[in-house]
């Protein structure tokens, strides 16, 4: 089991200014850095698991985090990737309900638990961290609309080139119209975020190769054509 390691104060958390804390005033970020656990946690290693209880928020400093559901079948529909700034878990938390989803660490992560009792009394006397996270929920709703979506409109492989692109924009590097995913997900975590069986995803994948598409270094993705992954995803359509 992980043990609690020193942790910066939140005032200096060079992560705070991606997070929803960002704005948070001296006081209460002076009792949140009181009363969290700072933990590092290897890849692989299970965050929380659904059905269990909720009894704080996790807030990423660095590293990424998956969170997905399991099927009956035993494969994963990832709903999300969770990076430096983001909170995981809060939803539950506040719904005071059992967790939905299991996270896991994709990449090791240096992660801040903040008990259940602290978080929900920043909600309570902080007015404009409470319009910020009501407009993370609503933000995540429209994000749950538009996967279920591309889930039922469009095909495997629009949605896997949709998905190249999201993991672009938020983990792509050298800019430009080729970018290198600098993340390392299986191809069964790629299948478990676009909705398929890996095997289609190995398909495809070297199809989009085929095609100057994409290059696969290894377990690296290099994306060469953005802007016809964008045509093939129907991303405007």
């Known amino acids: 089991m992980n043990k609690p390691e020193k942790s910066t104060p939140c005032e ?11 704005e948070v005033g001296q006081e209460h970020l002076c009792n949140i850095t009181d009363s969290k656990n700072f933990i590092s946690h290897k890849k692989g290693q299970i965050l929380y698991y659904e059905n269990t209880k909720p009894l704080g928020v996790f807030c990423i400093n660095s590293g990424i985090v998956k969170i997905y559901k399991t099927a009956s079948n035993g494969k994963e529909q990832i ?33 801040c638990f903040v008990p259940k009792e602290v978080f929900l009394k920043l909600l309570s006397e902080d007015n404009n961290f ?24 469009k095909s495997i492989r629009e949605r896997l080139a949709l998905t190249l692109l999201k993991l672009g924009d938020s983990y792509g590097v050298d800019g430009g119209d080729k970018q290198r995913l600098d993340i390392n997900l299986t191809r069964e975590e790629i299948a478990g975020i676009v909705g ?12 989009f ?27 405007y359509g």
Do not use: N, P, W
Not at 81 to 94: C, E, H, P, R
Not at 196 to 207: D, G, H, P
């Open 12 to 22: 200096l958390c060079l992560s705070r200014k991606f997070s929803m804390f960002s």
């Open 79 to 111: 709903i999300r990737l969770a990076q430096k700034g983001d909170f995981v878990g809060y939803t539950s938390m506040i719904a005071e309900e059992a967790y939905t989803t299991t996270a896991t660490i994709v990449e090791d992560a240096r992660i």
């Open 130 to 153: 409470h319009r910020r996270l009501t407009r993370s929920l609503c933000h995540d709703v429209g994000m749950m609309e538009s996967q279920l979506t591309d889930a039922t409109q």
């Open 196 to 207: 398929t069986a890996t095997e289609t995803v190995i398909r495809l994948l070297s199809e």
């Open 209 to 235: 190769k085929k095609d100057g598409l994409i290059d696969l270094q290894g377990k690296k993705i290099m994306l060469l054509d953005r802007k016809a992954l964008v045509r093939l995803s129907d991303f």
